[in-house]
C-alpha cells in the first residue's frame, strides 16, 4: 500500500463465505482483535499515503468536476467528482459562466496563499476577471446537480479533496483549455 499509494481502496476484515474453498475446508483462525488491527493499520495506511499523494498533486491544480449533488442538507457546499474520479468538495457560491484558456492559467498559477481566507482571495480573482471582460451577465449564480464545473482545489484529507468552484463549463468547452497541464506547483 506504501509502494503503490492508491487512489482508492475497498477494506474489509476477513469474513468467511461457506460456498468458498476457504469456507468449506480451512479453518479461520486469526482472532477477532488481530483483524480488527490489520483493518486499522491497512486504513490508516491507506488514508496517509493518499493525503500525502494528494496534497502534493492535485493542491493547486484545476478540474472538471461533475456536480453529483449537494455535500450537506444545508445546501451550503457540493460534492462531485472531477475528471479523475476523485470526489471533490466546494462551497455553494457563484462562478463564472465560462472562462477563458489565459484566465484558466493565470488562476491555476495563483498563489495558494488565500488558504487562510480562500473565498474572498478568489472571489476578488474572479471579480478582477469579470471586469476586464466586456461582455453582459458574467457570473452563473446557480450550479446544480448534473453541471460540469471547474474548480482548484486547495486541500486534500484522504481520498477526497476540497476545492473552490471557478466558472462552469461543458466537456467541449475544458478540452480546449488543456486543464491538466495548469498546474500552480509546477
Request: aromatic letters at 6%; charged letters at 25%; glycine letters at 6%.
Amino acid at each position: 500500500m506504501r509502494e503503490v499509494i492508491y487512489d482508492q481502496a475497498f477494506t474489509y476484515k476477513y469474513s468467511r463465505r461457506e460456498q468458498t474453498f476457504a469456507g468449506l475446508h480451512l479453518e479461520d483462525d486469526v482472532a477477532e482483535e488481530v483483524k480488527s488491527r490489520r483493518l486499522a493499520e491497512l486504513i490508516d495506511t491507506f488514508q496517509m499515503t493518499t493525503s500525502i499523494r494528494n496534497s502534493l498533486l492535485e493542491v493547486g491544480r484545476l478540474h472538471v468536476v461533475l456536480v453529483e449533488g449537494e455535500g450537506d442538507p444545508q445546501g451550503n457546499t457540493f460534492t462531485g467528482r472531477t475528471d479523475t474520479n476523485k470526489r471533490v468538495i466546494f462551497p455553494n457560491q457563484r462562478v463564472l459562466q465560462s472562462i477563458s484558456k489565459e484566465e484558466a492559467k493565470h488562476i491555476a498559477m495563483s498563489s495558494l496563499a488565500y488558504s487562510l481566507s480562500p473565498s474572498s482571495t478568489l472571489t476578488e480573482l474572479l471579480e478582477s476577471i469579470v471586469q476586464k471582460r466586456r461582455e453582459g451577465q458574467p457570473w452563473c449564480n446557480e450550479v446544480k446537480k448534473g453541471d460540469y464545473v471547474i474548480v482548484k482545489i486547495t486541500a486534500a484529507r484522504g481520498h477526497t479533496l476540497r476545492g473552490l468552484p471557478v466558472a462552469q463549463t461543458s466537456i467541449t468547452q475544458s478540452t480546449s483549455l488543456s486543464l491538466p497541464s495548469l498546474l500552480s506547483n509546477a
